[in-house]
Structures are given as structure tokens and as C-alpha cells.
């Protein structure tokens, strides 16, 4: 190519963009402009819009200004539809162009990754899409964090999630969310061992002290859910050996069951019930905290129709502001300051201790 007529192809280049963003609005707009026109039609003429390779050749270092286009376009695709069929045949495609013109535009492959993914339905295509933008952007978290996301969220391959989170993490440092994600789905995916481990990395690296006890308290939940796990295994060969269920865990040592019984990592205690189900205090707390949440939720309701609040927790049914009182996780009762208008919830040492009823 000589040099002049290089010169005159960058001199006409603005010309073409034009012209091209010109053809790529147009094809893009068919079904928008065309309302009567049979979608079979539409989907054939959008066949021929041309694919990003093809573009890129063509703009001679103006793949910018073709990639707002198709940006905005994408926009109003999505809009269009989303206001009348619920149909995204090119929204995969359109995106696809738009990241082939700008490869490093972050906003471009994670929008495209949750539409494509939660309104067009194909989060393999969605997965695909972040996948190429990790390729061209291998230095952002955002993007292998959303491809964990909608593993966890729709295909619901916890395994592969976690190891998404974890190549966010490991762009995103410790400060972030990402570690706190692969440490969750580890744990939900059946591995445990790999959340502990992830759990103790934050433990030990995290500079302040509200994740680093977020990291010990998701231990001591793990450690609650094996312990109750190979309780409720005693408990069931117990049953099958004596044709009952044992009145006690101590029954389960003195029949040889079991050596001792594990200590509940946050200072609680471990107890069957009569259906032979084994619970943990921890897990009966956090029960009596949402039930006393709600209410507290419901007197104040009452408070705000009736002006005053009720002599005692009945008045809530009475007056059909609850169905009925929600039974105490523990089988005690609740404690109500009828003066204050709400429940007392005792801490969690006395409420092992059985100090507040």
C-alpha cells in the first residue's frame, strides 16, 4: 500500500464509520421499526449484521466510536424487548460485537454476562462471554467474580463457583468480597475442609477485626454442622440397636455410642430432641432471635394503630395482629416489657445458661 493512498483511507475512515454505524443502527433497529413484519422476517435480515471480526477490519482504528454505537444500541435492544416479547435472540450477539470492537470495556462484558445470563436464559453463553473478557483482561476480579455469581445463582455448580471466586480474590486481595464468596460456596459445594481453610486465611491476613471475627464465627459454624452430622449418626445406629431414641446425649457415652461429646465451639451445648433429632444452641439462638425480630416488628405495628402497646404478647392475636404467638425455639416463653413494647432477647451465655426464660 503506498503511502498516499494510506493517507486518503485515514482521511475517508470518519466517512465509513459513519456509513457503517449508519448500517449497524439500522440492521439492529429492524425489529423496533417493523412492528408488522413476521418475526421470521426480522430474523433472517438480522442474519446478515455483520459479525465484530468483520467490523474491525473495516474501522481502520475507529473501533471506538463503532462500539458506543452498538453500546447504545444494545441498550435499546434490551429495553425494546424487555417492554414487549421478553425475546433476546441477538442480545448474545450484539455483545459479542461490541466486546470484539472494545475487548477492555469491563462494563460492556458484565452487563452482557447478567442480561445474557438472567433475561435471555443462556448462562453458558453468558459464562463464554466473561471467560474472553478474563482473556483481554486478565488483571480484573469483576469478571471471573460474575462468572462465580451466576454459577452460584443459576446453574448452581458451587464447586465451580468457588473456584471463580477464588481467581477474583486473587486480583481483588484480601479487603474484598470475592475470598468471602469461595469460602461460602466451598462450604456449599460439600468441601468443608477447603472452607475452613479459607476461613483461616482471612483469620490470619485480614487487617481488621470484624472479618477476622466473621472468619472464626464461619469456622465455628462449620465445625457445628460436622459435629451435629456425626451426632445424628450415633443417635440413628442407636435407635436401630435399642428400637428407641436415647433421652439424652449422656446416653449415647454410657452406652458406649460415644466417647465424649464435642464441645460447641462458641461455649453452647448439643441436645437430641424426643424425635430423635439432634440440635445445637447455637442454631436454637439464632432461631429465637428472628422470632423475636418479628415480634418486636409486630408491636410495633400495634403501636402505631393503637396508640399504646398491648398488656401482654396475646393482645397481638387478639386484636389479629399475629395469627398466633410463635412457639419459643427452646420451649420456654418469651419475656415482654410491656412499658418498652418489646421482647426482651437475653444474650447468648444466658441464654445457654437458662438465666432469662
Avoid at 33 to 42: I, M, Y
Avoid at 184 to 199: F, Q, V
Amino acid at each position: 500500500m503506498t503511502i498516499g493512498y494510506r493517507r486518503l483511507l485515514y482521511q475517508i475512515a470518519p466517512f465509513v464509520i459513519i456509513v457503517i454505524g449508519a448500517g449497524v443502527i439500522h440492521s439492529l433497529q429492524i425489529e423496533h421499526d417493523t412492528f408488522a413484519a413476521p418475526r421470521s422476517e426480522l430474523l433472517s435480515e438480522m442474519m446478515y449484521f455483520p459479525s465484530g471480526r468483520f467490523l474491525r477490519g473495516m474501522l481502520c482504528g475507529h473501533e471506538m466510536v463503532a462500539a458506543d454505537l452498538v453500546w447504545l444500541r444494545a441498550i435499546q435492544y434490551y429495553g425494546h424487548h424487555t417492554l414487549t416479547d421478553l425475546q433476546y435472540d441477538w442480545l448474545v450477539h450484539i455483545f459479542e460485537i461490541l466486546t470484539v470492537l472494545d475487548p477492555h470495556f469491563i462494563r460492556g462484558y458484565r452487563l452482557g454476562g447478567l442480561l445474557i445470563s438472567e433475561d435471555a436464559g443462556q448462562p453458558k453463553a453468558a459464562i463464554t462471554l466473561l471467560r474472553k473478557g478474563m482473556f483481554s483482561n486478565p488483571e480484573r476480579y469483576e469478571l471471573p467474580f460474575d462468572i462465580g455469581f451466576i454459577n452460584f445463582i443459576v446453574t448452581k455448580d458451587y464447586r465451580r463457583a468457588a473456584r471463580y471466586f477464588w481467581l477474583a480474590y486473587l486480583h481483588e486481595g484480601i479487603m474484598g468480597r470475592s475470598i468471602r464468596f469461595a469460602a461460602s460456596m466451598k462450604r456449599k459445594a460439600g468441601d468443608r475442609e477447603g472452607a475452613k481453610i479459607i476461613w483461616r486465611t482471612i483469620m490470619t491476613q485480614a487487617p481488621d477485626s470484624t472479618r477476622r471475627r466473621t472468619a472464626w464465627r464461619s469456622i465455628g459454624y462449620i465445625q457445628i454442622e460436622e459435629d451435629m452430622e456425626l451426632l445424628q449418626q450415633v443417635v440413628s445406629r442407636f435407635r436401630r440397636e435399642q428400637g428407641r431414641y436415647p433421652e439424652s446425649l449422656d446416653e449415647l457415652i454410657v452406652a458406649r455410642c460415644l466417647s465424649k461429646i464435642p464441645a460447641e465451639p462458641f461455649g453452647g451445648y448439643y441436645v437430641v430432641k424426643q424425635n430423635g433429632e439432634v440440635t445445637n444452641s447455637t442454631e436454637l439462638y439464632d432461631a429465637l432471635e428472628m422470632a423475636i425480630s418479628h415480634l418486636n416488628d409486630r408491636l410495633l405495628a400495634y403501636k402505631s394503630a393503637k396508640g399504646t402497646y398491648p398488656r401482654s404478647l396475646s393482645g397481638l392475636v387478639k386484636e389479629h395482629f399475629l395469627e398466633t404467638i410463635p412457639e419459643h425455639p427452646s420451649g420456654r416463653e418469651f419475656v415482654y416489657d410491656s412499658k418498652a413494647g418489646k421482647v426482651i432477647l437475653p444474650s447468648y451465655q444466658q441464654f445457654v445458661k437458662g438465666e432469662v426464660k
